[in-house]
């Protein structure tokens, strides 16, 4: 049984230098006082902002910045790139027609950073 997670939750990348606020539009779905998360709020700005200067050397401005700099890692402002749905999906739970996550879900930036919840902002509300 999971911590269901909704909008204003902290999140954080592997490979960021801050962590940042999920994002959640109100028409998604409210359950208490906060919209809350599915595994479809994966866009980046919209839905997961930057988290500060990205240290991946899959990302090519950090691995272009870092071999200019003669391999001294140089970290390079995030632009999270994502490409599939928040995994794995709350069981059992739906916003409309669209899986919930939980403190257990996390996305997978292009660049290699993992994303993960680290505070879902409410604690009240689990999935089954």
Not at 101 to 128: E, H
Request: with cysteine; charged share 5%.
């Amino acid at each position: 049984m999971g911590i269901l997670v909704c909008g204003g939750a902290c999140i954080a990348c592997s490979f960021g230098a801050s962590p940042s606020v999920l994002n959640i539009p109100p028409e998604d779905g409210v359950m208490g006082q906060a919209p809350m998360a599915c595994v479809e709020d994966n866009v980046a700005i919209t839905n997961i902002p930057p988290f500060g200067m990205c240290s991946s050397l899959g990302n090519p401005q950090v691995a272009s910045a870092t071999s200019a700099a003669l391999g001294v890692l140089t970290p390079q402002p995030c632009m999270p790139s994502l490409e599939a749905f928040w995994k794995p999906a709350a069981e059992g739970v739906l916003i409309g027609q669209v899986p919930a996550i939980d403190m257990s879900s996390q996305l997978i930036c292009s660049y290699g950073g993992i994303i993960k919840i680290i505070s879902p902002v409410q604690t009240n509300l689990m999935a089954n």
